[in-house]
């Protein structure tokens, strides 16, 4: 049910949850690379997470896909020459970008949908943590993530 909910909202709202990460990222200190980065390629790559989120969620995206595509994006960062903690805080914001919103638009569940809750959390933060990691390896010219990688 929370997941139903997540994947509508993800449908539904990518334009302002796009908009409230953009904000973030310009405001925020520890994301001053992104700062001089054009908005329409901001947006573009709000929409690309969001999007792969919701095709994750919904198991149509495997880990190695996930893989491939931020690695790409850490390999697409290095050449902007943004700065690897600069790239990985705006995952960071993301991700409190998503739970805010979650926050704001879905407001309070009973028990039940509370653990549904918390194993739901789980698979968001493990999505992160993904894009992190392989957005890094990407960023450090790492071969290309292999099955394997996805163990």
Known sequence: MIIEKLI??????????????????KENENTGAYQKLDEEKLSEYSHFIYERLKLWLDWQLSSAEVAKLFWQVGVERKSQAVPLSDMYYAVVLARRNLYINILEKLGEEDLHDMRELIAFTSRITYFFDKIGYFVIKGYEG??????EDEA
């Not at 790492?142 to 099955?147: I, L, R, T």
């Open 142 to 147: 790492s071969e290309e993530p292999s099955a």
């Open 8 to 25: 509508s909202l993800l449908e539904t709202q990518v334009d302002s949850l796009t908009e409230s990460w953009i904000k973030l990222l």
